[in-house]
């Protein structure tokens, strides 16, 4: 069965790199994605990895994907304060193209 | 262009009630899915539609279901409600396979 798994918590100083890991275990999976989400709002958004690449950057952020171990990253650098938020990994596989299955999430919190 | 849009965004109720929750999707997508946020389950999928058919079903009890109209709107709709239903309700829209974009959400509290 699909599972996606995160850790529960991570906590760096402003100005640091913050590294949130993944891991997954479907191996069909086609897309992963990393979202954000702030005190009482939606999921937004922030970017997806195709399953056949290893790296993916966008300004301040980067995903890794080692897909040998199942293992996702995003690396967030010169993490801000407004950065603090739950971050959730997720993944869509070959047989549901639009159903998101995401992990448990992770609170970054970023200290002054 | 707008984005997702949920309403309402807070909704009370009690046992046994029904709740209808709306959706409208960014202008142009066709698919919406809907999703279930609870603190012990985390984020789970409900359902997903596209062109007014429902095309893939999470694993809930027939007491939720959903439609979608010919202008991609969706609306999704709990029957006899019960309290572990009180969750954090997402919609997202998506026009092709590789992203969704997630509304705020309607938080139901069911008393």
């Known amino acids: 069965g699909e599972d996606v798994e995160q850790s529960l918590f991570l906590s760096v100083r402003e100005g640091d790199s913050s590294v949130i890991n993944c891991t997954y275990t479907?191996?069909?999976?086609?897309?992963l994605y990393w979202y954000k989400q702030e005190p009482g709002a939606g999921l937004q958004l922030l970017t997806y990895?195709?399953?056949?690449?290893d790296m993916k950057q966008d300004q301040r952020l980067t995903v890794l994907l080692n897909k040998k171990d199942k293992h996702l990253s995003l690396r967030i650098a010169d993490t801000q304060t407004g950065d603090s938020a739950i971050y959730f990994c997720?993944?869509?596989?070959?047989?549901?193209?639009?159903?998101?299955?995401f992990g448990s999430g992770t609170q970054l919190t970023v200290l002054p | 262009k707008a984005g997702v849009t949920q309403t309402p965004r807070y909704l009370i109720k009690t046992r046994g009630q029904q709740v209808t929750l709306s959706c409208s999707p960014i202008?142009?997508?066709?698919?919406v899915s809907w999703y279930q946020q609870t603190p012990g389950q985390g984020l789970q999928f409900l359902f997903e539609?596209?062109?007014?058919?429902?095309?893939n079903k999470g694993n809930f009890p027939g007491r939720f279901s959903g439609r979608q109209f010919s202008n991609s709107r969706s609306e999704m709709n709990v029957s006899t409600l019960e309290l572990g239903d009180s969750a954090l309700y997402l919609c997202?829209?998506?026009?092709?396979?590789?992203?969704?974009?997630f509304g705020p959400g309607t938080r139901l509290l069911v008393l």
């Open positions: 539609y596209f062109s007014e058919t429902q095309r």
């Open positions: 202008s142009g997508h066709r698919s």
């Open positions: 997202a829209s998506s026009s092709d396979k590789e992203t969704q974009y």
């Open positions: 479907d191996s069909s999976s086609t897309y």
């Open positions: 990895i195709f399953s056949n690449m």
């Open positions: 997720a993944e869509t596989t070959s047989g549901s193209a639009r159903q998101l299955t």
